[in-house]
C-alpha cells in the first residue's frame, strides 16, 4: 500500500514548488519563521506593514500566539477591492444551484463589491460595530460570502452555523458568543429538499435575548412568519450603498469564530484572527492546489465548516481566483452531479471529502464517464483518512490517471492545511497525508510518556512543535480551555488529538482521532454531545456512544441506550430517540445504530470502559483485553450477545 502510484511533477505545467524547492523552503521555514513568513505575509496587502513577525509561546500558563502583530489590514479589502483594477470583470464566484434547471450565476469581482458593501451597510445600519459577533446560518447561497465579507470590511466577528444545526445547536452558539444579530434565509434548499431555515431561527431565539435581531435573505420566497426584529435583507441592500469603506483592522483582531465538536459536550468557539490566518489560507490554496492565475476551483464543502472558510472564500478570493460555490449535494438529481459541475464549469482544482469519493464510487464509474473531465488537473481530499480503494477510484475514475491528489490532513483549529503532498514536488501514495506544510513542525510521541519518537516506522499521537501563522489563538471567552484542550496533555506542543505513523520514508499518515470525537462524513461529532442529547430524552437513563467503521461515513454512531426503569426498548422507541437527537443536535448526529444496554460496562470507580464498547460495535469483540476491572462483568455477554453491527 505504501507504494508510489505516480510522480505528480509529471503532469504538474508549472508547479510553485519543485522536488528540488521543497526540502530548502522547508529548512528555511522551520530554521528561520521571521525570515520565512516576513517574506511570504507580504503576499496580501497591508495598510500599516508589520515589523514583528512571531511572537508564540507553547508555555504552559502562558499560551500567546501573535503573528505580524504590529500589521494593520483588512480581510474584505484582500479578497475583493484590491482585485478590482486587475481583475474586475473576472468572475469571483460562479454559484450553482441546488437543482441543475436553474441558472448559475455568475459574479465578477466588481460586482462582489458592490454586493459586499451594501452588506456591509446594511448591518451598520442595523447597529454592528467592531468587534460585534454575527451570527450567520444560511444556504450555500452567495449572500453567505457577502455576509462574511461585509463582517470582516467593517470589523464585525462572523460565526457561522451549519445550515444542518438544529435550532438548539444555533441557540446555544447565538448565547455562546453573545451575538447581536442572525443573517438567515428563508429556506434552504438542498438535494430538492428545504430547510425552514427562518422558523429554525425563530425556535433558537425564543432562548435568546430580545435585543438580537435577525436579517432574512429570500430564497424561495416560501411562507415565514416574520416579526418585531426581522428585517428584509433583500429590501435593504436594494436600497444601500455601493461603497463602503474598509475598518482598520490590526493583524491579531478576531476575524472568525467557528464552533467545533470536542470530547466534552460542550463545542469550541475556535478563534481565528485576520492576518496570519488570511496568509496561511491563500498561501495553502495557492501552492497545495498548485492554482495558477485563470484557473475554475471547486471545493464542494458548505461554509458552515471551516474547509468552506479557508478553501471556498477565504483563501481563493485573497488570490484572486474564480472560486464555486455549489449549493446541492453530490447525489441530486443524480450520482453525476458533481461530474455535471465540473464538466459545466471547466474546474481545474477539484476538492471534496473521502465519505463522498466513496458514495459516487458506489453509484458506478458511468456517472463520472458521461462527462468531459478533461480541465481536471488537481484533485483534493479532506475531512478524514482516505482508503486506498477511495483513493485509487479517484485517482484512476475521475483524475485519468493524470492528476495529482493532494490528500490534505488540517483541522478547523489549524485554519488551514498542515501535513499534505505538494504537487509537483511529492510522489503520491494513496492514503497518506504525507509530509508538512512550510513551517509546521510534526512530532510523534508516546502516547502515555509523552516522550518524542525518533525516527521513522514508528506510530503515535501528532502533536506540532511549533507555531505556525493560520493557528487558531483561543477558545472564544475561555483561554484556559484553549492551554487545557490542546497544551496540557503534551507539555510545549499543540496536540492535534489524531493518531500518527511515521512511515520507512518519513512520510505522514493519519490513523484517526485518539480523544472521544468522531468522523462521520468528514464531520467531527463529540460522542459526549450526542450522549447528553441521549440522555436528555425523558426514557432514556443512561448512554454511551462511540464510532463503528461504516462503509460511506467513514464512522457511524452506534449508540448503547438504558432505558428508565419501566421503559421499554421497541422500534418506535429507537425512532423517537433518533429523531430526538436530530432535533437536539442536526441530522448529522442521528446515531446509526442504537442498542439497547441493561447495563453498561463500568470500572469500580463508575467509568464506562469505552475500549470495550467500541470492540464490540467493531464486530471485534474476540479481544476484549481485560475486564476484570469491571464491577459486574457479565453485562458484557449480553451486549455481545445483543450487538447491532455483525459484518
Ligand atoms: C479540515 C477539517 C479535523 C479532523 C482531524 C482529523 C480529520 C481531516 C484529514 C483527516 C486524515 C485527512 N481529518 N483531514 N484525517 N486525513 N486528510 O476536516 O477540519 O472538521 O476540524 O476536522 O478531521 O481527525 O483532526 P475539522
Known amino acids: 500500500m505504501t507504494q508510489d502510484v505516480q510522480t505528480a511533477s509529471a503532469v504538474s505545467p508549472k508547479p510553485h514548488v519543485g522536488p528540488d524547492d521543497y526540502p530548502k523552503m522547508y529548512e528555511a521555514s522551520v530554521s528561520d519563521p521571521d525570515g520565512f513568513w516576513g517574506e511570504h505575509g507580504k503576499r496580501i496587502d497591508w495598510i500599516k506593514p508589520y515589523t514583528k513577525v512571531k511572537n508564540t509561546s507553547f508555555t504552559p500558563g502562558n499560551i500567546d500566539i501573535r503573528w505580524f502583530e504590529d500589521g494593520t489590514l483588512n480581510v474584505s479589502a484582500n479578497c475583493v477591492d484590491r482585485h478590482l483594477e486587475t481583475r474586475g470583470d473576472q468572475t469571483a464566484i460562479i454559484w450553482e444551484p441546488d437543482n441543475p434547471a436553474d441558472p448559475a450565476l455568475h459574479i465578477t469581482y466588481r460586482d462582489l463589491h458592490a454586493s459586499v458593501c451594501k452588506m456591509a451597510n446594511v448591518l451598520k445600519d442595523l447597529g454592528i460595530e467592531k468587534g460585534d459577533r454575527v451570527i450567520i446560518y444560511l444556504p450555500m447561497i452567495p449572500e453567505a460570502a457577502y455576509a462574511m465579507l461585509a463582517c470582516a470590511r467593517i470589523g464585525a466577528i462572523h460565526s457561522i452555523v451549519f445550515a444542518g444545526f438544529s435550532p438548539d445547536a444555533l441557540g446555544a452558539r447565538i448565547n455562546g458568543c453573545d451575538a447581536k444579530l442572525v443573517i438567515t434565509a428563508d429556506y434552504a434548499p438542498r438535494g430538492g429538499r428545504e430547510t425552514p431555515l427562518k422558523s429554525n431561527t425563530d425556535t433558537a431565539l425564543l432562548h435568546c435575548k430580545d435585543s438580537v435581531n435577525c436579517l432574512v435573505v ?127 464549469h471547466k474546474v481545474n482544482q477539484f476538492y471534496t471529502a473521502p465519505t463522498a469519493i466513496r458514495a459516487l464510487m458506489g453509484a458506478g464509474s458511468e456517472w463520472v464517464e458521461k462527462h468531459d473531465l478533461s480541465d481536471l488537473r488537481i484533485l483534493g481530499s479532506v475531512g478524514e483518512p482516505i482508503n486506498p480503494e477511495a483513493w485509487n477510484w479517484y485517482n484512476d475514475v475521475v483524475g485519468k490517471g493524470k492528476c495529482p491528489i493532494v490528500d490534505t490532513f488540517w483541522q478547523t483549529e489549524t485554519g488551514g492545511h498542515m501535513l499534505t503532498p505538494l504537487p509537483g514536488a511529492s510522489k503520491l501514495k494513496p492514503g497518506a497525508a504525507q509530509q508538512p506544510f512550510f513551517g509546521v513542525q510534526p512530532v510523534v510521541l508516546e502516547p502515555t510518556s509523552g516522550d518524542i519518537i525518533e525516527g521513522n516506522g514508528v506510530e503515535g499521537v501528532l502533536c506540532i512543535r511549533d507555531s505556525w501563522p493560520g493557528q487558531m489563538r483561543t477558545v472564544w471567552g475561555d483561554h484556559e480551555r484553549f492551554e487545557k484542550t490542546y497544551f496540557s ?103 446509526d445504530l442504537i442498542q439497547w444496554a441493561p447495563g453498561l460496562p463500568k470500572t469500580r470507580s463508575g467509568k464506562i470502559m469505552r475500549r470495550i464498547l467500541r470492540k464490540i460495535a467493531e464486530d471485534d469483540f474476540g479481544a476484549l483485553g481485560d475486564t476484570s476491572t469491571l464491577a459486574d462483568p457479565s453485562v458484557v455477554d449480553d451486549l455481545i450477545a445483543n450487538r447491532m453491527n455483525r459484518s
Open 218 to 344: 429570500k430564497r424561495t420566497g416560501g411562507q415565514t412568519t416574520w416579526t418585531d426584529r426581522d428585517h428584509d435583507c433583500n429590501a435593504l441592500m436594494a436600497e444601500a450603498a455601493p461603497e463602503c469603506p474598509v475598518q482598520v483592522m490590526n493583524a491579531e483582531d478576531p476575524l472568525f469564530i467557528l464552533y467545533t465538536s470536542g470530547s466534552t459536550g460542550q463545542p469550541k468557539g475556535v478563534v481565528h484572527c485576520t492576518g496570519g490566518y488570511l496568509v496561511y489560507a491563500s498561501m495553502t490554496h495557492e501552492i497545495v492546489f498548485d492554482y495558477h492565475e485563470g484557473d475554475i476551483f471547486w471545493c464542494t464543502a458548505d461554509v458552515g465548516w471551516v474547509t468552506g472558510h479557508s478553501y471556498i472564500v477565504y483563501g481563493p478570493l485573497a488570490n484572486g481566483a474564480t472560486t464555486i460555490m455549489f449549493e446541492g449535494v453530490p447525489t441530486f438529481p443524480d450520482a453525476g452531479r458533481f461530474w455535471e459541475v465540473c464538466a459545466k
Open 489 to 591: 496533555d503534551y507539555k510545549g506542543y499543540y496536540f492535534s488529538g489524531d493518531g500518527c505513523r511515521r512511515d520507512e520514508d518519513g512520510d505522514y499518515w493519519i490513523t484517526g482521532r485518539v480523544d472521544d470525537v468522531i468522523n462521520v462524513s468528514g464531520h467531527r461529532m463529540g460522542t459526549a454531545e450526542v450522549e447528553s442529547a441521549l440522555v436528555a430524552h425523558a426514557k432514556v437513563a443512561e448512554a454511551a456512544v462511540v464510532g463503528y467503521p461504516h462503509e460511506v461515513k467513514g464512522q457511524g454512531i452506534y449508540a448503547y441506550v438504558t432505558l428508565m426503569q419501566g421503559e421499554e426498548p421497541s422500534d418506535d422507541l429507537r425512532k423517537e430517540l433518533e429523531k430526538w437527537v436530530r432535533t437536539e443536535i442536526g441530522p448529522i448526529a442521528k446515531p
